[in-house]
């Protein structure tokens, strides 16, 4: 048995508590009348005197060095935060606390909070942000434009909630409906249609390009941006592993383009069958409408899904006479669909995918077929070859086997090669850009920060490439930047970063924070980002869905075969129920819901939209 039943009221009381009197409850450590980070950083660190020219150190301790006031240069000072005042600090905080930390942030804080302190400074920063995925969506939500100057710098003006795009691939939403102008997310925000190209890190520049047209007529433009502090959040590309033909005869679902491309070709498949030429060969009636999807994770999964709706739904309306010839193969190399799902999950997806489909008129059919422990080597025009030397005929194909790093992360970690970064790469990052607890770049000297699929949490290198995760982080880095915390280094010739301080103890501290510092046991150090894993969700097709929603942790390493969480298991018509509540929930305004709505009520009423554009 786990702990008591009591325990989740443990948030409950302790959010009450602390709303009460917002001093109620401090760390052990007597308040101090300065306030300066000197200060602050000398009391409960270890005291070392650094020579300026000396290449020795505290191994167990991090120097600030701060620019003289009384002449030119650069001085050391004698103080250092200890090793174990930072790995306190960046511990996993008890998941109990966690909870009523996050609550206190999502109820309490808007109502209670004053506004974030003034910048201590007059001119403001200048904030770069790439990319304008679920990541920097977030950040925008919750950065004080107040402080800084933003520039988003992105090829795409928009926003894509990226979960339902197995869904307008097929016509059940509408690409506008789950989009969203990234000027609205946030109107103090400049944007910068552009794409970066490289990042110089000394003089802190980005070099974009952009494709400027006035009727007929393009040019390139190229120039350069500068920043103060730089978010990179660009995201991941769908990966290939070197497979030959991938590129070349393979659909990709990353992007909006991706889908309606996908939309185009599944009716053009159906239009090409129904050829005259091609109605007496059964053989290349089947073949046209073969949809072969590699990967059998929940993007895979859910597209299968949609497609078998399609096909079930719309099919006898369109393509009658042509349902008997459709097949569906889903392609996976692991013994199992739905990795991140418990072994009864897995199986009832497996039940709802491959279902017969009654429809009046037609012979029953089962249209899809999971093939696992399936290789892909190679893949033509015609045919997916495999490593066993079977191959597949097919229609249209569907890669969805993974993601890797787009060449301008490459890039930046090349640029970043010569710090620690490169260590980082080695122990934990592998391709990412590894960050540490903060999100702060690993050699990045505290001006450069990274999320989602394109980093990796240095005390948490396990996390999900997932939009959950990227919004998370997003919202907890706003934040941060918007707060009076010392986010850089001290000076040039350290290479190490100090943890997020408070600049003055006496700031206005929120609930959350406050609880936050009751957690880690100090309440000047920021506290790092940690994940409250919501739960993953996936649509298995005919109004029925998974919801696995994580009540508890696990103990120990997530990666480790003994971590057993707590999950809440729901499925069929509840889940599918919970799957679109969520959905609905998470889209970035009023506007998208209605939309979403608006759009599974016309499909209801009157089928989906197979006008190729």
């Not at 020579?51 to 240069?73: L, M, R, T």
């Not at 660009?234 to 497979?243: K, Q, S």
């Not at 046209?288 to 709706?309: C, K, N, Q, R, S």
């Not at 850089?488 to 970063?497: H, I, K």
Request: hydrophobic fraction near 40%; charge should be negative; charged fraction near 25%.
């Amino acid at each position: 048995m786990r702990a008591a039943s009591s325990s989740p009221l443990l948030p409950l009381v302790l959010v009450l508590l602390l709303s009460a009197d917002s001093r109620a409850f401090t760390t052990s450590r007597p308040m101090r009348s300065s306030s300066s980070l000197r200060d602050a950083l000398k009391e409960d660190v270890e005291v070392v005197v650094v020579d300026a020219g000396s290449s020795s150190k505290s191994a167990s301790a991090v120097p600030i060095v701060e620019s003289s006031s009384s002449g030119g240069g650069v001085r050391t000072t004698g103080a250092v935060v200890a090793r174990e005042r930072t790995d306190r600090a960046t511990k996993a905080r008890p998941y109990p606390l966690f909870l009523a930390e996050k609550a206190a942030s999502l109820f309490v804080d808007p109502i209670l909070s004053s506004p974030p302190p003034p910048s201590s400074s007059g001119e403001k920063e200048t904030i770069v942000v790439l990319g304008t995925g679920w990541g920097a969506a977030s950040f925008l939500k919750n950065v004080d434009t107040d402080r800084y100057d933003v520039t988003v710098i992105s090829p795409r003006n928009y926003f894509v909630f990226t979960p339902m795009l197995a869904g307008a691939s097929v016509g059940t939403v509408d690409f506008k409906s789950i989009t969203e102008p990234i000027r609205e997310i946030n109107n103090r925000a400049k944007y910068v249609e552009a794409s970066a190209t490289s990042i110089d890190t000394t003089k802190r520049t980005v070099s974009c390009v952009s494709v400027s047209c006035e009727g007929n007529s393009c040019e390139t433009i190229e120039f350069d941006v500068a920043y103060d502090r730089l978010l990179f959040s660009v995201g991941a590309r769908t990966t290939t592993f070197g497979t030959p033909g991938v590129e070349e005869y393979c659909n990709y679902l990353k992007q909006v383009g991706d889908a309606q491309q996908i939309k185009n070709a599944i009716v053009n498949c159906f239009e090409n069958a129904s050829l005259p030429a091609r109605a007496s060969t059964p053989e290349m009636i089947e073949r046209e409408l073969t949809f072969v999807i590699v990967g059998a994770g929940p993007t895979g999964v859910e597209f299968a899904a949609e497609l078998l709706d399609f096909i079930e739904g719309d099919g006898p309306r369109y393509y009658k006479e042509l349902l008997p010839y459709v097949r569906i193969k889903i392609v996976e190399a692991a013994p199992t669909i739905l990795r991140p799902f418990e072994d009864g999950m897995k199986d009832e997806a497996m039940r709802r995918l491959t279902r017969d489909i009654e429809i009046p008129g037609v012979p029953t059919i089962r249209p899809l077929e999971v093939l696992l422990n399936k290789q892909v080597s190679e893949v033509s025009a015609k045919y997916i070859y495999f490593k066993d030397g079977d191959r597949l005929h097919y229609g249209m194909a569907l890669w969805a086997a993974g993601i890797g790093p787009l060449p301008l992360t490459t890039s930046l970690i090349e640029e970043l090669g010569d710090t620690e970064q490169s260590t980082a790469q080695k122990e934990f990052a592998r391709g990412r850009l590894g960050v540490d607890p903060w999100l702060r770049v690993i050699g990045g000297r505290g001006r450069i920060f990274s999320l989602g699929d394109c980093s990796c949490v240095s005390n948490t290198p396990s996390l999900p490439a997932t939009a959950q995760v990227a919004s998370q982080q997003g919202e907890y880095l706003g934040r941060l930047l918007s707060n009076d915390y010392r986010i850089d280094e001290a000076g040039d010739d350290s290479s190490s970063l100090l943890p997020p301080m408070v600049l003055d103890r006496d700031q206005p501290r929120s609930l959350s924070e406050r609880i936050a510092s009751l957690t880690m046991g100090d309440d000047e150090i920021a506290a790092p980002f940690q994940f409250l894993d919501l739960g993953i969700l996936a649509y298995t097709g005919s109004g029925s869905a998974l919801a696995q929603v994580q009540v508890a942790p696990g103990k120990g390493d997530p990666t480790s075969e003994t971590w057993n969480p707590v999950r809440l298991q729901i499925k069929g018509k509840l889940g599918f129920g919970l799957w679109r509540s969520i959905y609905l929930w998470k889209q970035t305004s009023p506007k998208n819901v209605v939309l979403v709505t608006l759009d599974w009520i016309k499909v209801k009423l009157f089928g989906r939209d197979i006008s190729i554009l």
